[in-house]
């Protein structure tokens, strides 16, 4: 039998190799990790091994000005007057739901699984945002942690 003291280094043991062993597991979740692509491009999310996509926000909508990623269409080449996204006009006064819709559809495609690939394209979404723009789309995401089983804790 093994004494209080035994019991607790070798708990603390334990821990420090589980701690050791796993380290690209705690530090992927610290982090925030982003990808951009434009529209028509496939785009490649994934965690490390042991680790899944826990989606943080997504956002889909014309590409910012002065970006380098997407080729830029100002509003009024596209025949609007201002250079902004100019919202698809059923869908004003309800932009938030709109990002709802982006953010929901990003979960469906990727949350819990280690990679996904979204193609970029309003048709991904089912609703174009800035109709005759072109478009990109961000995903902010982190690096969950998977369960670790019970066999590998024994082993350590």
């Known amino acids: 039998m093994l004494s209080g003291k035994d019991v607790g280094a070798r708990l603390l ?21 982003k990808e951009e692509a434009c529209d028509g491009s496939m785009m490649l999310i994934r965690c490390p091994s042991g680790t899944t996509v ?31 996204c100019p919202t698809n006009p059923a869908f004003q006064g309800h932009e938030d739901a709109l990002k709802l819709i982006f953010y929901q559809k990003v979960v469906n495609m990727c949350q ?23 478009k990109n789309l961000e995903i902010h995401y982190k690096c969950k942690p998977g369960k670790l089983s019970r066999e590998f804790i024994d082993r350590v």
Request: hydrophobic content about 35%.
């Open 112 to 134: 819990g699984r280690q990679s996904c690939r979204v193609r970029v394209s309003w048709e991904s979404f089912g609703i174009d945002p800035c109709p005759g723009l072109v």
């Open 54 to 84: 826990d989606v943080q926000n997504a956002i889909y909508g014309q590409a910012k000005s002065g970006s380098m990623l997407c080729p830029m269409m100002t509003g009024e080449e596209a025949g609007y007057q201002d250079t902004g």
């Open 13 to 33: 043991t334990r821990c420090l190799l589980l701690l050791y062993a796993v380290p690209g597991l705690l530090s992927s979740s610290l982090f925030e990790f």
